[in-house]
């Protein structure tokens, strides 16, 4: 079955720096891949979603790539401010045709003012 | 905007009893999907709708656990009799349609607590 794994359980960087989160995955390319973003006590929210002939996709300050000889995909965050401190969660299909997903424990992201 | 509407939002209960909590997906979504997590891990798929029926339920431990879609609409998940194992954060999602590339839309959550 298909392994995700996310970098770390938590990075903390300064406000105005880029925070570069990692999605590993172990097994089969995935057609697709999610990243979604989990404040506490709250559910995800989908953020962006990016598919496997795409090498980036780019949304306002958010950046993801796709690197299917790496089996890895960077979400990329520009110019970060506190309000962007979340935990990051990546997410992968699960291998069946009913679009359900796998998701990565997540990065807890700490922006410092 | 629609949103995914779940309650209770926080529950409590006694190991053995039983609990119940209800989800209402955005507005003509036809997937609806229940998830748990537990602290400081992903969300994990317990049951996956497509309207009334259930089209992924590999991952629900069906001795103590169900779940229903009776009208394709809302969709209720059970749980009994509850054991400790059991806390954690219930999600319900949903998406519109059959496409697999489809994003999720996830409600507030049940924080469930077994004591």
């Not at chain 1, 300064?14 to 989990?38: D, F, H, I, M, V």
């Not at chain 1, 559910?43 to 980036?56: A, C, D, T, Y």
């Not at chain 1, 935990?87 to 700490?110: D, E, M, R």
């Not at chain 2, 992924?56 to 001795?63: A, F, G, T, Y």
Request: proline residues 5%; glycine residues 8%; hydrophobic residues 30%.
């Amino acid at each position: 079955s298909q392994k995700i794994e996310q970098n770390s359980e938590a990075l903390n960087i300064q406000e105005g720096k880029t925070a570069t989160l990692t999605c590993n995955y172990t097994n089969y390319s995935p057609a697709y891949l999610q990243w979604y973003r989990q404040d506490p006590g709250r559910g995800p929210v989908f953020l962006l979603l990016i598919r496997e002939n795409e090498k980036e996709k780019r949304k306002e300050r958010l950046k993801v790539t796709f690197d299917t000889t790496l089996k890895q995909s960077l979400f990329h965050i520009t110019a970060s401010q506190p309000a962007d401190s979340a935990t990051y969660l990546c997410a992968l299909p699960g291998g069946g045709s009913q679009g359900n997903l796998i998701f990565g424990k997540g990065t807890k992201l700490s922006v410092k003012p | 905007e629609a949103e995914v509407a779940q309650s209770p939002r926080y529950k409590i209960t006694e190991k053995s009893q039983a609990v119940a909590f209800w989800c209402d997906p955005i507005s003509g979504h036809a997937t609806l999907y229940w998830y748990r997590q537990i602290l400081g891990q992903g969300p994990e798929l317990l049951v996956q709708f497509q309207d009334e029926s259930v089209v992924d339920d590999s991952q629900l431990p069906k001795d103590r656990f169900s779940a229903e879609r009776l009208k394709g609409v809302d969709s209720t998940l059970k749980i009994q009799p509850a054991e400790l194992g059991d806390s954690a954060m219930y999600l319900c999602a949903s998406s519109f349609g059959r496409a697999r590339y489809n994003e999720q839309f996830f409600g507030p959550g049940t924080r469930l607590t077994v004591l």
